[in-house]
């Protein structure tokens, strides 16, 4: 059938499309995306639901030209040699103007096995090279979350029916708000 958002994607060095209608699930979307391409669920189910929820939000907000889309001449403003977790070292390229989130989940998308929790560094990073402004305020947490307090939110999340890898990566990216992770999960 057709669908409103697709995407191409490539995950464990294969190229696919990951493909959805607007108001369905991202947990369904993305279980259905990773059984019928054979991917393991609980090493990519927390990106896939992450970048999903990132989607929707930009297509809401009517962000126009997808990260990626290149300067005339087919060169990019900037071009920064970055080592991701597991040890690869990448280049992440992006234009003056283009949305930080956009651009960081471009780059994971593009290189694969980059981990949600990856996500907020690198556009922390974006933004500070760009010269951008700063983060939302949900970012910029006066005092590091304590660990008691991070793990509580996080089965609070669970309780919720979600897997602790989808919920830590909406509690990482809403700093730690059971509130705003929970909303970034239900949309």
């Known amino acids: 059938g057709s669908y409103d958002m697709s995407f191409p994607v490539e995950l464990a060095g294969r190229k696919m499309t990951l493909q959805w209608n607007r108001g369905e699930q991202a947990q369904e979307v993305a279980q259905r995306f990773l059984v019928a391409n054979n991917l393991d669920t609980a090493q990519h189910l927390g990106d896939v639901v992450a970048f999903i929820m990132h989607a929707e939000q930009q297509a809401a907000s009517g962000v126009g030209a997808p990260a990626g889309a290149t300067a005339p001449g087919g060169q990019k403003d900037f071009n920064y040699p970055v080592e991701v977790a597991d040890g690869r070292r990448l280049t992440i390229s992006w234009n003056r103007g283009e949305d930080p989130q956009a651009v960081a989940l471009n780059f994971a998308r593009q290189h694969g096995g980059i981990a949600a929790s990856e996500l907020p560094d690198i556009v922390a990073f ?19 979350v304590p660990a008691a307090a991070q793990q509580q939110a996080l089965l609070q999340v669970m309780e919720m029916g979600f897997d602790e890898q989808t919920a830590r990566a909406a509690l990482q990216a809403s700093g730690w708000s059971v509130e705003v992770a929970v909303q970034r999960l239900i949309g």
């Open 126 to 144: 974006i933004q500070q090279v760009s010269g951008s402004s700063a983060p939302p305020v949900v970012a910029q947490q006066a005092a590091p």
